[in-house]
Each structure stands twice: as C-alpha cells, then as structure tokens.
C-alpha cells in the first residue's frame, strides 16, 4: 500500500503522541515506587495535550489513508500542472509565431527591392542569387514561384513568403531532380542509339533488295513442288507421250519420286528457306508460295477421293463418264496457269501476289521487314504478334 506525504506525517504525529503518553505514566509510576503521593487529577486535567495531538494524528491518519480522499487530492494537483502547461504552451507557441512574423516580414523586405508590396519573378531570382551567391536557372525560379504562389498571380505576397531554408531545401530538390531528369534523357539517348545501331545490322541482315538475275531464277523453281504433286490431277491431259512437255515432266517426276520422302523434305526445305532472311525476299515469297499451293492441292485431292469412292460398289453408285476427268483437267489446267503466272511474274521481277487467298496468306507470312516491326530492344516482332499485341491492348482499354 502506498502512502502520501500527508499520510506519513500523521503517523510521524502519532508516534510522537504514543512515546509522550509512555513517557507520562512511567513517571507517575516512578513517583508512586518512591513513596510520593500525589493529589488525585480532576477529570479535565486527564485530557492532556499529548492525547489532543494523538487524537488529531489519528484524524489525520484516517484521512491520509482515505484512499477517496487521496484520488482526489492528486485529480486536483494534476488538473493544476496540466493548466499551467497548457498556458506555458501557448506562451511558448505566441513568442514563436511572433518571431516567425518578424522573420518573414525581414526577409520579405530583402526580397521585395521596390518596396510595392509583391516579389515579382525578377526580383525572386535576383534575391536568391545574391543569398546563395550562385547563378539559378530560370526555370528552377519558375519553378519556385509556381510552388509557393498561392494566388496564381504570378508574384508572392507577405503571407506566401517562406524562409531562405525552405527556398534552398526546394531548390535542392530542383537541381537534383534536374539531373536526375538528365542522367536518364543521357541513358535513353544511348540505348535509342544502341537500339537503332542494333536494329540497322539487322536490316543489313535481311535481303530486301531487288532482285538479281540470278533470284529470279532461283525464285522460279520452288514452283516444281507443288507441279510434281499435282501432276496427278493432269493423268488424263499427259496420255500423248510424244508430247515434248510430257517428256521434260515425267523426267523430273521420276527423279523426284527416286528421292525417298521426297515431298517431306521437300516440304521442310522449302518452309526453312523461306525463314532465311538472307535470301532475297522473292526467293523467299515464292518458296512460302509454293507450300502454300501445294497444301491447296489437298482440297481437291479430297474430293477426288470421295467421288472414286461414290463411283465405286461401294455406294451402289456410279458416276456418269467423264465427270473424274473433267474434275481432273480443271484443277490441272488452274495449277497450270497459277504456275504460269507466277513463274512469268517472277522472272520480271514482280512478286506473284495476286494469287486470290493464298497471295495474302503468304504476305502476312512473309512480311515486307521495316524498322516499325521491331521493338523499343530492337527485337524483331512480326505482324502477326505486333497485331494480336495491339488488339488485347484495345481489350484493356475498353475495359
């Protein structure tokens, strides 16, 4: 249990009173041994000082160790300390609003050269300049006067002025966040250049250039791919063996068909010199061409397929005569003149692209290659990509 000052100095009090009521009987207990008689003590005589002071300590006591009371007691001597803070404070915040007042209106008056009342912008960056003795930017004073400007009016009033240090703490702001803006115009001014270098050897790389007598040669033969899987198509136009055509297909036929998986390889060969950006690009159209063409061939193939077999016993169903061959004859005779078109186109130098279908297929497959199509690391991106890329881009956007 703890006890307060008031409570220890009744007990003190009270300790006193005890030793001085002690003290008292063992002298009249002493007078008594000795044989000395005294004369018996009226009854208000009893009621000494000493027990006075005892009963008063008691009180005292009983009121010191009031545990109300005390609660009390220090509520009030709390209220006190925290009223004179309160106004010690509130001096303390006065004075200092007061010199802050004083400061600002001095400094305002270095400011202000011509004593009107305002500090233009001239007279900021002149001020400014004589405090920190260095020459500042115009646009780090614009700067500052847009920051502390309150009104908008282009000049700064006695109650916007701030004080030197908050002038240098922004304008320090100001010049490193200027060469911070450099450093990065200086790092992206030297990967642009490096993303651009990187870039035109890669451009270097891709033959786009037109074509030589030699690609237009060499563009024409992709085109032997699709003529050797179509020759089927052409059983019933190639019976005349005397036929000097017939001669010069059915030889390159049977050296193609002596080559095992000829079509396969073929096939891969073509799709993989197509991907060489080396080659000249007509050299490269006219192979994704040909497999294009080639896979054309299949749809055709199909329904040849399923006319035999509805011709057949199997269906119950026979045909009228002719309508294989004529179905045969058509598709050889289109394969004939698609070749011819382009083998012709290609030997003047123009890229066959006017195949309906298949022409556009082959242009998005093998795309005219430009700077657009390569990316801020100087990747290549195809268009294919680059659209899908541009159409989630739209998704999000709507989104």
């Known amino acids: 249990m703890k006890f307060s000052t008031s409570s220890i100095l009744a007990i ?30 009226p009854t208000a005589m009893r009621s000494s000082p000493m027990m006075k002071i005892s009963n008063t300590a008691i009180t005292a006591l009983q009121a010191a160790t009031d545990p109300a009371s005390e609660q009390e007691t220090e509520v009030q001597r709390l209220k006190a300390m925290a009223t004179k803070i309160r106004a010690e404070v509130a001096e303390l915040e006065s004075q200092q609003a007061t010199e802050r007042t004083k400061f600002t209106e001095k400094i305002f008056q270095e400011f202000d ?24 930017a115009d646009e780090s004073v614009e700067s500052l006067m847009k920051d502390f400007d309150k009104s908008g009016d282009g000049k700064l009033q006695i109650d916007e002025m701030v004080s030197v240090e908050q002038f240098r703490s922004r304008l320090e702001y100001l010049v490193q966040d200027e060469k911070r803006k450099t450093s990065e115009a200086t790092r992206s001014a030297a990967k642009s250049a490096e993303v651009s270098e990187l870039i035109e050897s890669q451009l270097a790389l891709i033959n786009d250039n037109p074509p ?140 066959p692209d006017k195949i309906p279908f298949i022409s556009d297929a082959v242009n998005k497959r093998v795309p005219s290659i430009d ?29």
């Open 212 to 351: 030589t007598g030699t690609d237009k040669a060499v563009s024409v033969l992709p085109y032997l791919f699709p003529l050797m899987d179509g020759l089927m198509f052409g059983q019933f136009l190639l019976k005349d063996a005397s036929n000097p055509f017939f001669g010069v297909v059915a030889a390159i036929y049977v050296l193609y068909r002596s080559i095992p998986f000829s079509g396969v390889l073929t096939f891969f060969g073509l799709s993989a010199g197509s991907n060489n950006l080396s080659l000249n690009r007509l050299v490269r159209f006219n192979m994704q061409q040909a497999i294009y063409l080639d896979i054309a061939l299949f749809l055709p193939a199909l329904v040849g397929a399923i006319t035999a077999a509805a011709s057949s016993s199997l269906f119950g169903y026979e045909l009228p005569p002719g309508i294989a061959e004529i179905g045969s004859d058509a598709v050889f005779l289109t394969l004939l003149a698609t070749l011819g078109y382009s083998t012709v186109s290609s030997l003047l130098g123009a890229e």
């Open 113 to 136: 050269a011509n004593n009107d009342g305002d500090v233009s912008l001239d007279e900021l960056k002149a001020a400014l300049e004589r405090t920190f003795k260095m020459e500042i």
């Open 371 to 399: 700077i657009s199509m390569f990316d801020s690391e100087g990747r290549f991106v195809p268009p294919q990509l680059k659209e899908k890329e541009d159409d989630d881009n739209e998704k999000k956007d709507t989104l």
């Open 12 to 41: 003190i009090a009270l300790s006193a009173a005890t030793q001085q009521s002690n003290a008292f009987s063992m002298q009249s207990h002493s007078r008594t041994s000795f044989g000395l008689r005294t004369a018996p003590q």
